[in-house]
């Protein structure tokens, strides 16, 4: 039988290992699936991504950050993911022009061209892969102007519906 000391050594090491690759593993899906990395937010907490290529993502709250312009994530984002796409995103708005308006798709049509196209229903948009290399962080203070100025935007917006 194993020593104690080695046994706890060896449990330990190997929640370390699944910790570091439950918090890369949403980026690694990603890659895997011919995206960047980046089309997520560094604070995922866990996702489920089932057969039927269903995709959910939960964050532990908003997440506010910038690519080109600035983006905001609900707590859950969902999406079908197949290869080179994101499908009927829910949960991801982008500002446009002092608008708040939801991504719908994310496609990468040609990997070679370095461009992937945001859908956001009134509109495509053709966005350097280079913006998404690399997760974006979100902004601490989710409870500063720039949240509270989106939430108000964001009801206008209801509104208008
Ligand atoms: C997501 O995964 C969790 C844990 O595996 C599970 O409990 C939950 O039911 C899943 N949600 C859906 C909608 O499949
Ligand atoms: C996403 O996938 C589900 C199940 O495969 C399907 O029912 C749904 O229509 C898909 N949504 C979009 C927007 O393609
Ligand atoms: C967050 O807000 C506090 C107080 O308003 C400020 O001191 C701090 O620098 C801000 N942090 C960031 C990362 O913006």
Redesign the pocket.
Known sequence: MAPPKLLLSVSLLSLIIQLSLSSSSIHSLLRSKGLPAGLLPEEVKAYNFSENGRLEVFLDAPCLTKYENRVYFETVVTANLTYGSLIGVEGLQQEELFVWLPVKDIIVNDPSDGLILFDIGLAQKQLSRSLFDVPPRC???QT?GALRNHVRKEKGFEALR
């Open positions: 902004k601490n203070n500063g």
